[in-house]
């Protein structure tokens, strides 16, 4: 079961969005506006991130034990992404 949801403001210079965690743990990712959100590792950007846009259900992925997310948007945009973790990570 997710916790209670985080809210974390993207721009275009790249930032912590989970930080890491000792345990595997489901991570939710949803998009609120129309910008292409990029996540990855400490070294993501618009070229070499995964790409999340705007979807009717929230992404589902996994991170690894001692694995954070970071995320970016191209130079100039900003965009708010809701984040669900499990409890360990809250």
Request: aromatic share 6%.
């Amino acid at each position: 079961m997710p916790s209670p949801q985080r809210v974390k403001t993207v721009t275009g210079t790249r930032s912590e969005i989970i930080g890491a965690d000792p345990t595997n743990r489901p991570v939710w990712l949803q998009i609120d506006g129309n910008v292409t959100v990029y996540v990855g590792d400490d070294t993501v950007t618009t070229d070499n991130g995964f790409p999340i846009a705007k979807h009717a259900a929230p992404i589902q992925g996994t991170l690894a034990p001692g694995q954070s997310l970071w995320a970016v948007c191209a130079a100039g945009q900003t965009e708010t992404i809701r984040i669900f973790t499990t409890p360990e990570d809250v």
